[in-house]
């Protein structure tokens, strides 16, 4: 797998927006990189100054890994609902990484405690859904937040969940990411 191609992708559907002549020749890009067809769910994340600026991405696969690249690629700078669209004075001095997903593993767990000693802090991306709700963090966040009290609380907060939600046995899953920076 080559990183530069990927960051290309990644910088070439943003700038398309910018630049009617940036084009990403998907066809000569499959042809030369053919690991580009393969299945893959990524996550394309902005930082501006250090800080969060744009990230968007999918946890499950749905079409091969370019698709996803130039998809969310694109929302992480323009559709980000946290944050207005990126300029392109900020483009210019963006941070941009690339985070490729392991398929998610669903975890049982019987208890908080269970489920402490089956994350691995600053390894796992960890994923909360119920019926109504689903929240990720990758596991670069951990960086940030680096308590595994402290990083669920967030993530719970996140997706609106009530504090005592894993307690009531929500549906927690685990994946790592393969960085791409």
């Known amino acids: ?11 070439d559907s943003i700038r398309s927006k910018f630049d009617e002549r940036v084009k ?34 999918s ?53 908080l405690e269970d489920l402490k000693s089956k994350i691995k802090v600053g390894v796992h991306g960890v994923v909360l859904e119920d019926e109504d709700s689903r929240s990720t963090f990758l596991p670069q966040v951990w960086e940030q937040t680096p308590t595994f009290e402290e990083f669920i609380k967030k993530l719970l907060h996140k997706g609106s969940f009530d504090e005592d939600a894993l307690e009531k046995g929500i549906d927690v899953s685990i994946y790592e990411v393969i960085k791409v920076k």
Do not use: W
């Open 1 to 11: 797998m080559s990183n530069d191609i990927l960051l290309q992708i990644a910088h």
């Open 59 to 111: 946890l499950e696969v749905y079409g091969m890994l370019i698709d996803d690249i130039v998809e969310n690629a694109y929302n992480a700078a323009f559709l980000d609902p946290r944050f207005l669209e990126l300029s392109e004075e900020e483009y210019k001095k963006i941070d941009l990484e690339i985070s490729i997903l392991t398929p998610a593993l669903k975890l049982e767990y019987t208890s």
């Open 24 to 57: 990403i020749d998907k066809e000569e890009l499959l042809k030369k990189y053919p690991f580009l067809e393969e299945p893959g769910a990524c996550f394309v994340t902005l930082n501006l100054n250090n800080e969060l600026r744009g990230c968007i991405g």
